[in-house]
């Protein structure tokens, strides 16, 4: 075989690799790739804010109502506990008023072989002294008896109201469960699907995308461009600005309402 022969057998089996161009398409494509994993997160996470729309209110009312139930539970325990703090007073009292008239009883005797008035005259203050603490003994327990009745009528409705709310909170629970059962699997496929689709994305444009998307008023975050628009707020995009957005080259966000800018040719396959 001739040298020349064997030189062209050598050129024809190492091609050159274009590597240079090679790496500018990678670095574009993983831009452009980036952004449709953005808008495809979007519209995921749209879905599940459509299914949390569907339940509306009730997660709250439920929440409001177990609040509620707990709170009726305690003044109950709380009308209880005063009740029979109350009690265990009257019967003090009680036994003050018994002790009292022992006293009287005792002074009373007493009286009857006093050797002077000065003796006598103490005597009749200290049955005046015993006398005034049963008075007031009488009047403690008439005013605890009073407030043992007001806490009995007190208890008495807080326990109706507790199971007309109780059962309240039976029927919004089975309601919201109903709800919860209908879209349960299509939610933990579709969260399944966000989890998966932002983990192939950086980190910081993750935290970047869920701080736009927390303070957009309707959790858009990523939107494309709708007739020279921004398609979240709707104002006016500058030509060049579009262009650039067309290119998908790096991320921008419109200058108004800070939403992420996406073209709208480069995810029209995911828009079914």
């Not at 979007?42 to 569907?54: F, P």
């Not at 072989?113 to 003994?137: F, G, H, M, P, W």
């Not at 959790?219 to 290119?247: E, H, M, S």
Request: charge should be positive; aromatic fraction near 4%; hydrophobic fraction near 35%.
């Amino acid at each position: 075989m001739s040298k020349t022969a064997t030189t062209d057998k050598k050129e024809k089996s190492t091609p050159a690799a274009p590597a240079k161009k090679v790496a500018v398409e990678t670095g574009e494509g993983s831009m452009e790739q980036k952004l449709r994993l953005l808008y495809q997160l979007q519209k995921n996470d749209s879905k599940i804010d459509a299914i949390k729309l569907l339940r509306g209110e009730l997660p709250l009312e439920v929440r409001d109502l177990e609040d509620h139930v707990q709170g009726l539970k305690t003044r109950i325990t709380n009308y209880q506990t005063d009740m029979k703090e109350y009690e265990s007073v009257i019967g003090k009292k009680k036994m003050d008023m018994e002790n009292a008239r022992i006293m009287v009883k005792k002074y009373e005797s007493q009286q009857n072989n006093v050797k002077n008035n000065r003796e006598y005259d103490s005597i009749t203050k200290e049955i005046e002294y015993q006398n005034l603490e049963i008075e007031l003994a009488e009047k403690r327990i008439k005013e605890f008896n009073a407030q043992i009745k007001d806490r009995k009528v007190q208890l008495e409705e807080t326990k109706e109201l507790l199971t007309e709310r109780t059962q309240d909170l039976v029927n919004k629970k089975k309601e919201l469960e109903d709800i919860v059962a209908e879209t349960s699997k299509e939610e933990k496929d579709l969260v399944a699907q966000s989890e998966a689709l932002a983990a192939q994305l950086d980190e910081r444009m993750v935290k970047a995308y869920l701080r736009v998307r927390s303070n957009a008023r309707n959790g858009l975050a990523v939107v494309t461009v709708r007739r020279d628009a921004c398609g979240g707020c709707f104002n006016k995009i500058p030509p060049q600005r579009q262009l650039d957005i067309a290119l998908s080259k790096k991320i921008i966000v419109c200058e108004y309402c800070g939403r992420i800018l996406v073209d709208a040719g480069l995810v029209s396959d995911l828009n079914g």
